[in-house]
């Protein structure tokens, strides 16, 4: 072992040996792609956030049906399925938010990362990216089957199409990953934890999750005149994703340092 | 710009301070550190080891009027180039264990940009003599495997400069030799600092002593000119000043 | 370190808190003596339209009395008065968010912590303000619509500050070291300022049964005592505030001295 350490240290691992300063050729991307891939490996491996996160959608819809099962028959479900909808996907998301950031603060391996010539808004991204992707793929499954179950003897002939929910969903979730990993990182060092994030997160995504909830529920009802206002809605939602998320990405390197 | 790596320095203190309102983590730390020294840092809890260790390996930034250069990199001004020539290894294991050791060191390999990434890894695996064990989830690594692979991660741009934060803590006597020996081995191109509580590791391994209590620099020395009574004195001095 | 000058300003803050406190129940006094019972914001609607644009006017359903066809809508003589107190509280609570704000961003570029120390005194000022808001608004909504607690826009969004600023609290709370604790709150304080008015702004766009509350302007004597009382508030706010600085940095000295004596 004495001999191969010292041979491998004697060996450059740069391409160009004789560079001195910058002399590692740092791609951005690179770094980004880098964080992304580990996160999905490592929850492909171990698939802990997706089945917490989908097994906790579930059981708020078995709530939900506990909170209906006396409302009647007469009881149209399709004005609230927008707000029920989203409701599972905001406590959903709050989960998986903060399993993501426990990885990296587990073995210090964030102050790795800090250590490493990578630019803290690209940790921002790539976590903030990731979380996207769970929350989507959690998503995928849970409409579906909330459709499933509460909104097929409802009465949806009205109903705008489907791809209108979707996007509400799309918008809203974004907003939610990158603010959320804003506060998840926050939070995830504090006494608190998970309440934490649940306390600072409500009040900050309200304005959000308004907007997306009364753009999925007019393409759920549709009622007249329903296409232009699901738009005025997704433009508001819009621009709370661009402003709050540019916010995070800013804010995002201070929480790195302390 | 130009001749930043002009310096034999490796590390210039001048006046380092870290103070929060009325708290003075440290205070006015100053003292030069030649390439190719093994700096060993002592002192009592809350002495403000750590915090200088955080302060120069750029975790951190000092306070104004605080300068500090390692590598004739400026800690704040230039710290994201100073990073590439970084490697820490800590307590902790800094590595993900639901990752193989393969994909620890590919992935800390993409951060730092390296070229020929899977030579190095193989390389550097063979090294720390665990390669027959690269496709295994760290997880299932003993804590002497896993401070190994720590140092094959710390190694993979490799850096000038190598702080060690507490290394031995947690280790067994094996295991501590296989870290005795792979330090042994890099000796002689790297500069290393270190924070120890292991009094005779740190003075053995040493080719500069530093002392600091309350934030400040009570002794700093050439391991040559140290008399080890003299410094055991002055150490019990020091960790008596901690405990109030 | 600052010595005789910390006394100065807190003169001043005491000569503050008694004018702002004179105005303050001056306007109170002129608004249920001097001012005219205005009819603030009576419309004169037909059913229909009155039916059809319930987020433009002012309409309190129980209040709708149909006379030849058109609906006059008369306010209740209190609710109007809370309102010359209510409005000045919620304008004066945001001013001191955005002076927390301020501060809070003041921190993250120079990292002293005085900045964070007066950021996070404007917030218990700012707070204490949004409390105000509350109570008098819930005063007035109970008063005009008969109901103690609606979720029209304003209200809703002075919740959500209400909630922003005791979650501020509640973070500075649970981060023991002191540098983080300044750290994360002042993040959070500045993203909480960006999230207040878009939640107002939101509020104001869904479309609901709620009604958005217009203001269709006033007549002088009541912009008077309206202007007075806003601006007595100001001040009051302001003293609270400096008294409160001079107390903190009183008690941070206390810590330096009592530092130094153990050494």
């Known amino acids: ?258 | 710009m130009s001749d930043i790596n002009e310096t034999e320095f490796a590390l210039e203190v001048r006046d380092v301070s870290r103070t929060f309102g009325a708290r003075k983590a440290l205070n006015k730390v100053s003292f030069d550190l030649p390439k190719g020294a093994f700096l060993s840092i002592f002192g009592p809890n809350g002495a403000g080891k750590t915090t200088l260790l955080r302060t120069l390996s750029t975790l951190t930034q000092p306070s104004r009027g605080s300068s500090a250069k390692v590598l004739g990199y400026d800690v704040v001004k230039d710290a994201v180039e100073l990073r590439e020539h970084i490697g820490i290894i800590s307590h902790n294991s800094l590595l993900y264990p639901d990752l193989t050791a393969q994909e620890n060191l590919e992935f800390f390999a993409e951060l730092y940009c390296i070229e020929h990434e899977q030579e190095r890894i193989d390389e550097l695996l063979t090294a720390v003599g665990l390669k027959h064990r690269s496709l295994d989830l760290v997880r299932t690594f003993s804590r002497g495997m896993t401070q190994r692979l720590s140092i094959a991660r710390a190694l993979l741009a490799d850096p000038e400069i190598i702080f060690l934060d507490e290394p031995y803590s947690g280790l067994d006597p094996h295991a501590m030799d296989i870290l005795d020996q792979l330090i042994a081995q890099i000796r002689d191109r790297h500069t290393f600092v270190m924070v120890s509580h292991d009094l005779e590791k740190g003075l053995e391994l040493c080719s500069h002593a530093l002392i600091l209590a309350k934030g400040q620099v009570v002794l700093f020395k050439e391991r040559k000119d140290i008399d080890k009574e003299e410094f055991n004195k002055v150490y019990r001095e020091t960790v008596g000043l901690g405990v109030s | ?263």
Request: glycine share 6%; hydrophobic share 55%.
């Open chain 3, 1 to 263: 370190m600052k010595g005789e000058r910390v006394k100065k300003p807190i003169k001043i803050a005491i000569i503050l808190m008694l004018v702002g406190g004179l105005l303050t129940t001056a306007a109170f006094l002129m608004a249920f003596n001097t001012a005219e019972v205005q009819t603030f914001g009576t419309v004169n609607l037909t059913k229909a339209q009155a039916a059809a644009s319930n987020t433009v006017f002012e309409v309190a359903p129980a209040n709708l009395q149909p006379i030849d066809g058109t609906i006059n809508y008369l306010r209740p003589w209190f609710s109007q008065k809370i309102f010359y107190f209510h409005v000045p509280f919620a304008e004066a609570s945001f001013l001191i968010f955005t002076v927390a704000a301020f501060f809070a961003v003041m921190f993250l570029s120079k990292r002293r912590k005085s900045f964070d120390t007066k950021s996070r005194i404007a917030m218990e000022v700012a707070f204490l303000f949004v409390v105000a808001t509350m109570i008098t608004g819930d005063l007035w909504t109970r008063a005009s619509w008969g109901m103690w607690w609606d979720w029209e826009p304003r209200l809703t969004t002075y919740l959500i500050m209400m909630l922003l600023m005791l979650v501020y609290f509640v973070l500075r709370n649970s981060i023991e070291d002191e540098e983080r604790r300044a750290m994360y709150a002042s993040v959070f304080c500045i993203i909480a300022w960006i999230d207040a008015p878009i939640s107002f702004f939101i509020t104001r766009i869904i479309p609901s049964q709620h009604p958005v509350v217009f203001k269709s302007g006033m007549a002088t004597s009541n912009l008077v005592p309206f202007i007075v009382a806003q601006v007595g508030m100001i001040m009051i706010g302001y003293a609270i505030y400096t008294l409160r600085v001079g107390e903190e940095q009183n008690r941070e000295r206390l810590e330096i001295i009592k530092e130094a004596i153990e050494n």
């Open chain 1, 1 to 258: 072992m004495a001999r191969e350490l010292d041979y491998v240290m004697t060996k450059k691992p740069k391409s160009e040996p004789e560079q001195k300063s910058g002399s590692l050729n740092i791609s951005g991307w690179r770094q980004f792609k880098a964080i992304l891939r580990k996160d999905i490996v490592i929850e492909l491996r171990t698939k802990e956030m997706i089945t917490s996160m989908g097994l906790y959608a579930l059981l708020v819809l078995v709530i939900y049906y506990i909170a209906l099962s006396n409302a009647g028959s007469n009881f149209e479900t399709q004005r609230i399925a927008a707000g029920l909808l989203f409701l599972a996907i905001v406590f959903t998301s709050m989960l998986g938010l903060n399993r993501s950031l426990v990885h990296e603060v587990d073995q210090g391996c964030l102050e790795a990362l800090l250590l490493s010539p990578i630019d803290r808004p690209i940790i921002f991204f790539g976590k903030a990216v990731g979380n996207l992707i769970f929350l989507l793929i959690v998503e995928v499954f849970v409409t579906p089957l909330f459709y499933f179950i509460f909104l097929s003897s409802a009465k949806m002939q009205n109903s705008g199409p489907v791809w209108m929910v979707a996007i509400a969903l799309v918008v809203g979730s974004i907003g939610i990953a990158g603010v959320g990993t804003l506060l998840a990182t926050m939070s995830v060092n504090t006494k608190g934890k998970d309440f934490m994030l649940s306390v600072m997160f409500i009040p900050i995504m309200f304005p959000l999750l308004l907007a997306v909830v009364a753009a999925a529920s007019q393409a759920i009802m549709g009622d007249p005149g329903y296409v232009k206002v699901f738009w005025q809605m997704i433009a508001a939602a819009t621009a709370y994703d661009a402003l709050m998320i540019g916010a995070s990405f800013a804010l995002y390197e201070f929480i790195l340092e302390a």
